[in-house]
Structure formats: structure tokens, C-alpha cells
């Protein structure tokens, strides 16, 4: 399974649409076997929701993502979980043990649908 998680520094970037960086990792079961980062093309989502289709990312860790951006993704079988905030390894690790608290890494402004 691969995940993406775009990335800002040492944090989950705060608006997916306009990352530039994407950490991309490789995990079995519940251990991570490998890491990458990527750059990511900014033209356009229909191109950016491509670039994550050829990664075989299966799910997407973000902070703020357009409903647009969204709706492609989730067409696209990418799971997305979204208005995700917070230390990059302290969400990777809690996310690997099944423990990703959402009420604690929820972004301000956040309601559930």
C-alpha cells in the first residue's frame, strides 16, 4: 500500500492543492518499508490527481483540499483523508498504529460531513 502525505517543513502542508512536495511511503501491514518524496506539478488538479494515480497512491493524508480536487481523487480510488494537522512523524506513527486520533490532529475550522 502506498501513502501520500504532502509535506511542509516537518508538517503536513496546510492546503493539498498547492503543495509541492509529496512524501510517498510504502508500507505492509503496519510497518513502513520505504520513503520518497516528490515534487509535485502545480498546473492543474487533473494533472496532479494523475501524478498520485502513477505513484499507486492508495490513501492521502492532507490538511485543506478543494472539493474538486477531492471529488477526482475519490473517482480515482484514492482514499483521502483530509483537514489532517500536525508533526509529520508523530501523525505517520500514530497512523501506523491505527491510533490517528482525528479530534487531536483535526485542522481548525474543521466539520465532519
Not at 498547492?18 to 510497518?31: A, E, N, P, R, Y
Amino acid at each position: 500500500m502506498n501513502l501520500g502525505i504532502p509535506v511542509w517543513e516537518d508538517k503536513i502542508s496546510p492546503v493539498f492543492d498547492t503543495s509541492i512536495k509529496l512524501l510517498v511511503l510504502q508500507i505492509d501491514g503496519q510497518k513502513e518499508i520505504a520513503r520518497t518524496e516528490i515534487n509535485l506539478e502545480r498546473e492543474d488538479i487533473m494533472i496532479r490527481c494523475q501524478q498520485l494515480q502513477e505513484l499507486k497512491i492508495n490513501t492521502l493524508l492532507c490538511g485543506a483540499i478543494s472539493r474538486d480536487l477531492f471529488r477526482l481523487l475519490t473517482t480515482a480510488n484514492i482514499e483521502v483523508i483530509s483537514w489532517i494537522s500536525g508533526p509529520l512523524e508523530k501523525i505517520i506513527n500514530s497512523y501506523l498504529n491505527g491510533d490517528l486520533s482525528f479530534s487531536e490532529y483535526h485542522m481548525p475550522g474543521y466539520r465532519p460531513d
